[in-house]
């Protein structure tokens, strides 16, 4: 019985480690679901107003949830490298840049993904009208977000020299918290 309760708390241990290694990701990754969120309730009001088709509504989605994103990330991503006062300014114009690429992607694989689905059965009933681009958007902004995270973190947020030994220390402390 002894065994199986160690075993048992050598596996909550590790996975406390791998959280705590990962936080960062793990954030960007609930601030990302926040974003698609509000991207996809965008989406769908947009699409009242423009052709599913067009590109206008998966641009506009995207300008609006690349600003709400930012905003999370900074306060709370990375909030050990915010920027703040002029500098949230310059920091604004590096997300939007490194997201430009996203933006781009994305919002190319949406009107791909909506010419392909277009022929299938589904997107032509009045539940697929609006479904079909839904969830064409969400599987184009899967694909941007891999790639905004590693600009992201390398230019927009990147680690400065003099917090290295500092962020390795907060990292080590907090992986032998996680071990008690």
């Not at 960007?28 to 423009?50: E, P, S």
């Not at 790639?147 to 917090?163: A, R």
Request: with cysteine.
């Amino acid at each position: 019985m002894d065994r199986q309760k160690a075993r048992e708390n050598d596996i909550a241990g590790r996975l406390k480690t791998q959280v705590v290694r990962n936080a960062r990701v793990i954030k960007y990754g609930i601030v990302g679901v926040v974003g698609i969120l509000i991207n996809l309730a965008a989406m769908a009001v947009l699409l009242r107003r423009f052709p599913a088709q067009s590109w206008v509504p998966s641009a506009l989605a995207n300008v609006l949830s690349t600003v709400v994103n930012f905003l999370l990330h900074n306060m709370w991503t990375f909030s050990d490298r915010r920027h703040q006062g002029a500098s949230m300014i310059r920091g604004f114009v590096l997300y939007v840049l490194a997201c430009g690429v996203g933006i781009f992607l994305t919002t190319v694989c949406y009107v791909q993904f909506v010419r392909l689905a277009g022929h299938l059965a589904i997107a032509n009933t009045h539940l697929g009208k609006t479904l079909t681009p839904l969830a064409c958007q969400c599987a184009a902004i899967f694909l941007g977000a891999a790639i905004n995270y590693v600009l992201n973190k390398q230019f927009t947020w990147p680690q400065s020299q003099e917090n290295q030994p500092a962020a390795s220390a907060q990292t080590e402390e907090a992986l032998s918290a996680a071990r008690r």
